[in-house]
């Protein structure tokens, strides 16, 4: 199984990112896909996940209405859509999956919010 994340960098206050994670070796359709996050001297925390077979969304209280997580099924692929970025969004953005009782994390991709 590999995640391999991108998408991150370095933007302004109420701007906007778009966070991918393409998966592989894995059945896509049948994993919940969550996306972590870790700030500078905190412990890793979960934003967000998307259930499978379009069973919905879950979200943390700090990201509800900011942040959307959506998947491409032909792709492979999990989005983390964050809009309205705040310098507290500083972090260091992973996707998360379980698949065969076994848990699994891409390499990370950082995100600095910064005037």
């Known amino acids: 199984v590999q995640l391999v994340d991108a998408g991150g960098g370095l933007v302004q206050p109420g701007d906007s990112l778009r966070l991918s994670c393409a998966a592989s070796?894995?059945?896509?359709?049948?994993?919940?896909m969550n996306w972590f996050r870790q700030a500078p001297g905190k412990e890793r925390d979960c934003g967000g996940r998307?259930?499978?077979?379009?069973?919905?969304?879950d979200y943390a209280d700090y990201v509800k209405g900011r942040f959307n997580i959506s998947r491409d099924y032909a792709k492979n692929t999990a989005y983390l859509q964050m809009n309205s970025l705040q310098p507290e969004d500083t972090a260091i953005y992973y996707c998360?999956?379980?698949?065969?009782?076994?848990?699994?994390w891409g390499q990370g991709t950082q995100v600095t919010v910064s005037s």
């Open positions: 998360n999956v379980f698949f065969r009782d076994k848990e699994y």
């Open positions: 070796g894995l059945m896509f359709c049948m994993s919940h």
């Open positions: 998307i259930l499978n077979g379009g069973a919905g969304t």
